[in-house]
C-alpha cells in the first residue's frame, strides 16, 4: 500500500457530498447488519461522536486505502451484546470478542459499500477496551456518528476517517452481485 | 465416522458459531486462533473441510492457503468465511486453491449446505499423524 498520511487531510476540505454519502453507507451497513442478526432497528438517528461519552466495550478497526482512510467504532450496552450475540457464552470476555467482530462486520459492510464505488481500502485488526467514562479524539473534523435504537438499547456507530483532497466519493457503479457479497456459498 | 471440519478464526464467538453449526450437522469441528496454529494442527491431523478467516494476526487466511497448498499433497478444500468481498482477494484465494467465498454475517444452515457440498465425494480422513503430509 502506498498510502501517504500527507495525503489524507481530516476532511477540512472534503465536499459535504462526501460526507454525506458516508454517512449514508454507515447507516445503512449498520441496518442491514443488524438485521441480519435478528435484532431489527425501531428507530435511528446520526449523533456526534466528537461529543460521545462512550461505555461498556468499544471496538475500533483502523483502515487505509488510497484515497481514504480512519477508524471504525461501535459500541453496544452488554445486553444489546448478548442479543445479538450468536453464542450463548454471555461472559464478558466473549461480549467484547463479539464486540471486536461485530465492528470488524460493520467496516466490511462498509468497505463493500465502497468497493461498489470504485474505492479501495485494507482492513485492520480489531481491537475493543471496556469503559464506563471515556472520550476519543478524533483526528477528522467532522466525525460521522449513528445511533441504531434496538429495543430500548442502543448500538453506536461512528467514522473517524481522513479523504484525499479532491477525492469524490462516486454513486455506486458495481452491482451487489459483481461481489461476493450476498453471504450464499460463492464456488472458486 | 463424521468427516472432519477445521475452523480457522481469532475470533472465539466465530469459531463457536461455526462449530455449533456444523457439529449439529454431523460434523466433527476443530478450532485454530489463526494459520500459524492451524498448520501446526493439521500436520498432526488431517481434516476434510476448512473454513478460513481472512483477516487474522499473525499469518492470515490467504498466507494459510499458500502455506497449506505448500504441505499438503492432497488438497484440503477450503471455504474462506469472512467480512471480506473484494474481487482481488477473491481471485488471490482462488489462485491458491481455495474452493468458496463466504461473506459474513452468515446464516448456520448455509455453513452446513457449503460443508455438505464440498465433502460430498469425500471419505472421513485417517487420524493418524502427519496424514496430511501426503505426497501427489
Redesign the interface.
Known sequence: MTIQTTDLVANATSSASNRAQLAAMLRDTGLDLLGSLGVPVQDDAPFDPGQAVWSDPVSLVGFAGNSLAGTMIVSAPWPLMARTSPIADHRPEGLADWSRELSNMMLGGLKIALLRRGLELQMGLPASVVSSDMRIKTSSRDPIGHRFGCGGQDLFAALDWMLVPGVVIPAATLAKEELALDHELLLL | MNLKVMVID?????R??VA?ALEGGGFDVSEAVDGVEAISRLAGAAVDLIFCDV???RMNGLEFLEALRATDGAPTPV?ML???????L?SQ??AFG???????????E?LV??AK?LTASAEPRAKSPDSTRRTP
Open positions: 481469532d475470533s472465539m464467538v466465530v463457536k458459531q455449533q483477516n487474522m494476526p471455504v469472512t467480512t471480506e468481498a473484494e474481487p482481488a477473491v484465494a482462488r481455495a474452493k468458496g467465498w463466504i461473506v459474513k454475517p452468515f446464516r448456520p448455509l449446505a457449503a457440498k
